[in-house]
């Protein structure tokens, strides 16, 4: 039911970035309550269209609040250790395969109590928060059993109880093999597929299920086993894919009418193809390309091609990209895949939110929510140009401002 008083507020001579694109010229903006309320440019704003309304803000750029749809943020312990082995010249597989990476942080995972993984996860998100994020994913996937993983996932929506921001979960109980199946990976995606995927849709604690479709990871027989179960249980499907290889991931992925694959550098033009047709969104992760010193680029010049929306976003995780700062992401796309800053922008707000299935955030729109960011600089380009922390002047929350200096 709409508040009877909704609280009006009232946002004067912005330099305003939609989601999408840049307003010619300044705008004047009003919320009421929880919803954007009303748009106009400032030399046809009449006054009387926000009679009573505060004025909360002058000048500044405001854009959408920042949808950060790829994080695995939940998780025990740290990986510094591999980061000086991989400087050493170790590969990201061969640590893998030596059952360090992922299964390193599942064994400090599956060892902590969710109170010591909410203090864990905490100051990440804090991070986040701090730089604009208004909504995010976070992924399971260092558990890898039933009981681990639904405590990361209950975990995951705990933290969006804690702080002002909206949380999305997502399974990703394939995320690795587990030691004690080794040599028995079959069984694995049935324990996925039968028990995991079940009980996190009965429990309604995750949004969708992801695999990591790759030669350390799972074949695209056993992703599509998945697929087919997270289908059945009414859950949205998302992929780890072409990151180390080209296995057909996302196109298998699309098939299934994935909300996205993600990573992709080693996509080819049928991948390409395949997410066009089925609108799927394509994630960049410039951390982990920049951590693993990667580089195959994402075939960016396609994606453009073929008019595939493309994301952003921080695969904040211990491992490939243990990096909280989505500004930084919006430099690192420009800077290593070429983004222009208006294209990583977009990636993470309004095409953000379409790879979550939530297309009415990231966007500043009259009736949408009001989840938005006001920045102390002078175009918005310059969120990717520069990096540099506390530019953040409001963030503004489901209409209410959070953080404010
Ligand atoms: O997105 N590729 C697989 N998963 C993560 C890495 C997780 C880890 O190394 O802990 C990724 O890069
Ligand atoms: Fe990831």
Known sequence: MPLANPVRRLWRDLSLFDGLAQSP???????????????????????????GAEEAGRGGVMTPGL?????????????????EQRLEGVSYEQIAKAGGGILSSVRATRAASEDELIAASLPRLDALLADGVTTLEIKSGYGLTLVDELKMLRVARRLGELRPVRVTTTLLGAHAL????????????????????????????????????????????????????????????????????????????AKYGALSADHIEYLDEAGVRAMAEAGSVAVLLPGAFHVLRETQLPPIELLRQY?????????ANPGTSP???????????????????????????????????????????VGAPADLCLWDIRQPAELAYAVQAGRLRQRIFNGVITHAR
């Open 25 to 51: 010229e300044p705008m004047v903006m009003l919320v009421e309550g929880e919803r954007i309320a009303g748009l106009w440019p400032e030399r046809e704003f009449d006054p009387a269209l926000a009679a």
């Open 67 to 83: 949808v950060d749809c790829h994080t695995h943020l939940v998780y025990a312990g740290d990986r510094a250790h591999e980061f």
């Open 178 to 253: 587990p030691p004690e199946y080794a040599g028995r990976a079959d069984d694995y995606v049935s324990l996925v597929c039968d028990e995991m995927i079940p009980a996190a849709a009965e429990a309604r604690l995750a949004d969708a299920v992801d695999v990591f479709c790759e030669g350390i990871g799972f074949s695209p027989a056993q992703c599509e086993r998945i697929f087919q179960a997270a289908k059945a249980h009414g859950l949205a499907i998302k992929a780890h894919a072409e990151q180390l290889s080209n296995l057909g991931g996302s196109a298998l992925a």
């Open 307 to 315: 008019q595939v929306p493309m994301a952003v976003a921080s695969d």
């Open 323 to 365: 990096i909280c700062m989505p500004s930084l992401m919006a430099n690192l796309a420009c800077t290593l895949f070429r983004l222009t800053p208006r294209e990583a922008l977009s990636g993470m707000t309004a095409h953000a939110a379409r790879a979550l299935g939530r297309p009415e955030l990231g966007r500043i729109a």
